[in-house]
């Protein structure tokens, strides 16, 4: 049975946009996408509310991707990893760049890397850039803790992914060319988009 390691952030986990509860088995992309593969695969659903690549959130523990990444690598020993995470890197608190966001996931690459070496087998890579965040997510009554330049900022990770992608040599998925923010919170995906995101997926690994 081949591991399938997904490791995200909420829109990996399934949040319901502006609800702090998870879409059901079924609805959310992993599940979907554990459903399609079938019984000769195990998708293992590592999505985290707030994950980053490299930075650190100082309200909530253990956000920082680069800290528990090798460790859940260890434990899993997967085959494959979906990557996809960002979105909480452009934040307004990290005031960071596309170009600085890039250097986190090309540290945890990095990370997968070397794990490959250190259990002596290949692991086959899916970078995700996510989906963009929705304009004026920051506005009242939506998420704060974004603005305009983390919109911005969200919409440079695809050509930033695309290229680490392409240099490092591992497949590459744009969600933004997939599936689009709810309306609701314009943040997360809704079920529409958590569909179109595991069909695209699958197509990916099994092509």
Aim: charged share 30%; proline share 3%.
């Amino acid at each position: 049975m081949k591991q399938i390691l997904c490791f995200g952030d909420s829109n990996t986990w399934g949040l319901v946009p502006k609800e702090h509860r998870r879409y059901p088995w079924g609805q959310r992309w992993t599940s979907i996408l554990q459903e399609k593969l079938g019984d000769t695969y195990r998708v293992v659903e590592e999505g985290l509310c707030g994950r980053t690549t490299i930075f650190e959130d100082e309200l909530r523990a253990g956000r920082k991707g680069s800290d528990i990444l090798p460790i859940l690598l260890e434990s899993h020993i997967p085959d494959t990893v979906v990557l996809m995470l960002g979105t909480n890197d452009c934040k307004t608190i990290y005031n960071a760049s596309a170009q600085l966001i890039g250097k986190g996931i090309e540290l945890l690459l990095d990370q997968i890397e070397y794990s490959a070496k250190k259990c002596g087998k290949e692991i086959e890579v899916l970078l995700i850039a996510p989906i963009r965040l929705g304009d004026n997510v920051g506005e009242e009554g939506f998420d704060p803790e974004f603005d305009r330049k983390g919109v911005k900022t969200s919409i440079g990770l695809t050509k930033v992914y695309g290229e680490i992608a392409e240099r490092r040599k591992v497949k590459f998925l744009s969600a933004a060319e997939i599936a689009q923010p709810s309306r609701i919170d314009r943040e997360h995906l809704d079920q529409e988009g958590h569909r179109k995101l595991a069909k695209a997926i699958y197509q990916v690994l099994v092509s």
